[in-house]
């Protein structure tokens, strides 16, 4: 990991507790936001998209979009120049590209440990675990319903993977916490378990609100000030609908400057057009409408292009994943967002495959390449995914955190100075000889090759020797290998116990509910 | 498959038995080669190839190439302008080049069912089956010596996958006969278990011979005159070296108007320098030096610029699959190979893993994405590799067949027609509505979405109360589903005889040797 840094986090109180917490910090590499020396993919023609385009605004205007139960997103609508029917808005040609191109083309994410702050835009690429999954699986435990223990373990793992750059939000859905308190419990963990960025609560508004203000003890106000210290997931309601609970949530975090991604939620076939050309329109038109949205409550409030987009098994409706058509999306809408100039979220290492089998290899290895060469900026779900994002699986996490670093490596290119190109070594070895020991060699193996952290490569004696172990018995190992070393990075005790205090208040001030 | 062809084959004979074994024919649905609708993902900047191409010419020149145990081969580049010194050929800057563009830009390798000859070069795509492994594993067995009887079931398995083009050559050692004898067999096996094109042997110059009589045999001379029917692997001995086993088959070969892959067999920091850049250079230092030699052998030799390449774990010396490294120079080799203005060789469903567990997955994944991305024309070991090469897996094999089915429909792109803008189901359904039952979903969803014939895309429950079955137990079922309704390809039973009578006389005249 030759590009990897490692930084102490520096206090941001003077005080002595702080000092003391300090010294204890381990070392954690992380490597940076990947910056592509690489170009994209740009799979579908200029033509093809010029179309798309069209047809997305003819969408808007024609056919409309739902702002569900929220008078004042209509109001807003009314006076920008939209025709406002019941709570169907049209939105006249031209308008809603004209609000996204208020929305910054990329923008910086603060983190607490500000070394690990990520850049989200332009050639960047930031992975994010896998977010939402109401079950957990494990080699020892089989699947079962998540808990907030569950919960603290990824989150302790995406701190320590060198290839993730984001502790994510609802890595797993902590089922053992009533609904309308977990999001406090999974906050304080991504703030004290972690120093990496993380996502906000958007289930409800005033969860969005309780993340803002928890933040606010984190960072305090003048970081704050400095530039979002959140990217929230923003779904719309697929088809063209944006339900009042998702745009509340995304109210809320606009107004506190923290920023959002737009993201339609489509399984092809269900909840758009049966063909990827169409599910493109209807994903830009949401797109469009939704960032639109965004900036009529907050001009300039940061805000990434999202497509979460998969197909579907036309026998049994079930979503299916790696699929050639979620890819042919993954391009397209990757070049939409380019020629709209805002960051773009997509890709992940999807599946569909009930255990870290081999489907589930091939599943997500063909999401994660789409993904990375479709130009995503900010990657979801990019390492713990299993059976359609309804598990998350302690093995596939370490599993796919491991793959990300060859996305690390890919997106670098190839060098190609005089080192690279190695003519001394040609010259030295000539015909019939062999590279292993020359000085070129000697001078560049430590950084020349990718190397994986779980797989086996031993020979098959050795290996058989080993136990003959499967995928899922190495990840196992490494999960515990890894646990094993964890250590919290330092908090400033004050801080930590403010948010304890903020959260026994909140949790003090409602009943508990469980739907 | 909606592009799927079926043809009865038309016997070349005329006589009454013919007729006969032609009744017998049963249907096997083929999808035709690939010829792309997408661009090619051309990863390296010009600037790199320009230098890259500059330094292959160097390598030529300065330091030269070694044709071994070959006095002929050392005649033909001293008469064509090449600085002979001992085995050494110094080829001066601009020769090779010059050479190579006699070599067609693409050419058809014809099949003994002409529905089934494959185009190779420009925009297409021929997946061939895996190549050399002494080893085989299934479920049942677990790993052993391959036998003649594994070699045949791989040959109906090719025969009845829809994806795969090409029958492929020593799909794995059948090590119970003997080194010297099983050329002939495995050759009779391609010829009556299968319609589709094949590979010859390479193993001695006078096993190349065999093959050639053995398609005359086949084929008729007339059908040999209108273009080569087999593509045989010509590796080069890397670093720069031409033995005499290897040139001999393909001079053979080359007067026989048979194609040849010419292809450098390199793990990385091992056979060529440690980085990309390197091991392009030498790559198409090498390619330059064997595809023009073929042009001094026969002017207008259909050949293949090919590159196996992999990379190496610099602390065990294990070679490692699916790597970024390997990638990269899948890349670079392809955009060498288009302006070099030949066919493309490599890509592969390649990985390390002894099991067809999720590493398996994983890697083969990353190694089939980037060989349809970076344009190959002719994949081999395209399904069935495990254990690097070590290991024909009979499961991995379907699981590979299948996924191959991704990369068909990839290739296509996607259609972007007023039926694929789906204007008409965006306004039936329009926002919250639901698209299973619209008209425009009720047209399309047959071709809508490729459909794994392996993976499981069922609900939790349904898979589990089906016996919560992983990919490897999933593929074992698809294997016998595909074995159980495999029957011959109807052949001229002449012909299958005076096969027999060749083989046996071929067989009677040489002692058995096992090295």
């Known amino acids: 990991m030759g590009d990897a840094v490692s930084v102490r986090r520096r206090g941001r109180s003077g005080g002595g507790a702080a000092r003391r917490a300090e010294r204890t910090a381990i070392r954690v590499d992380v490597a940076p936001t990947i910056h592509r020396g690489i170009p994209t993919f740009d799979m579908h023609s200029d033509e ?294 805002l960051p773009y979220r997509s890709g992940g290492g999807f599946c569909g495959s009930k255990l870290p089998d081999a489907q589930a290899g091939y599943e997500t290895a063909n999401s994660l390449n789409a993904g990375l060469l479709a130009g995503v900026n900010f990657m979801l779900h990019a390492c713990g995914w299993l059976e359609g994002g309804l598990v998350a699986s302690f093995e596939k996490f370490v599993m796919d955190a491991d793959q990300l670093g060859t996305l690390h490596k890919l997106a670098q290119g190839a060098p190609f100075d005089d080192n690279a190109q190695a003519m001394d070594a040609l010259r030295e070895v000539g015909p019939g000889g062999h590279f292993l020991g020359c000085d070129h060699t000697q001078n560049n193996y430590k950084q020349a090759f990718w190397r994986s952290d779980v797989f086996d490569c031993k020979p098959f004696e050795t290996w058989a020797e080993e136990g003959a172990r499967d995928t899922q018995a190495l990840a196992a190992q490494r999960l515990s290998d890894l646990l094993a070393r964890y250590e919290a990075p330092p908090l400033d005790p004050d801080i930590e116990s403010q948010l304890r205090t903020y959260i026994e208040r909140k949790k003090a001030s409602m009943p508990d509910a469980f739907i």
């Not at 049994?316 to 939409?336: D, H, K, M, R, V």
Request: charged share 15%.
């Open 48 to 341: 093809a998209l010029d179309i798309i385009e069209h047809n997305a605004e003819t969408v808007l205007e024609e056919i409309g979009v739902n702002f569900v139960d929220n008078p004042a997103a209509l109001a807003l609508w009314r006076d920008a120049g939209a025709d406002i029917r019941g709570e169907r808005v049209h939105i006249p040609r031209g308008l809603s590209r004209k609000l996204c191109a208020m929305a910054p083309a990329r923008f910086t994410q603060l983190a607490r440990n500000p070394a690990r702050s990520v850049e989200i835009g332009g050639d960047s690429l930031v992975l994010a675990p896998v977010y939402g999954p109401p079950f957990v699986r494990d080699i020892g435990g089989g699947r079962r319903y998540a808990t907030l223990a569950d919960f603290e373990t990824f989150v302790k793992l995406a701190y320590l993977s060198p290839w993730l750059h984001h502790s994510g939000g609802t890595v797993c859905e902590p089922t053992d916490v009533p609904v309308n308190k977990r999001h406090l419990d999974m906050l304080f963990a991504h703030m004290t378990l972690s120093d990496k960025p993380f996502m906000g609560s958007v289930t409800e508004p005033s969860r969005a609100q309780d993340s803002v203000e928890m933040c606010e003890i984190l960072f305090g106000a003048e970081r704050m000030a400095q530039g979002p210290v959140m990217t929230s997931l923003i779904n719309v309601n697929s088809p063209l609908t944006f339900d009042a609970t998702m745009m509340g949530a995304l109210e809320v975090y606009a107004r506190a400057g923290q920023a959002c991604i737009i993201s339609p939620f489509i399984v092809g076939g269900a909840m758009a057009p049966v063909s990827v050309t169409g599910t493109l329109t209807q994903v830009l038109a949401e797109v469009l409408a939704g960032v639109a949205y965004s900036q009529l409550v907050k001009p300039g409030a940061p805000v990434i292009f999202g497509a979460f987009v998969t197909s579907i098994d036309m026998n049994s409706g079930a979503p299916t994943f790696g699929t050639p058509e979620a890819a042919q999306i993954t391009y397209g809408a990757g070049q939409l967002a380019r020629r709209l100039g």
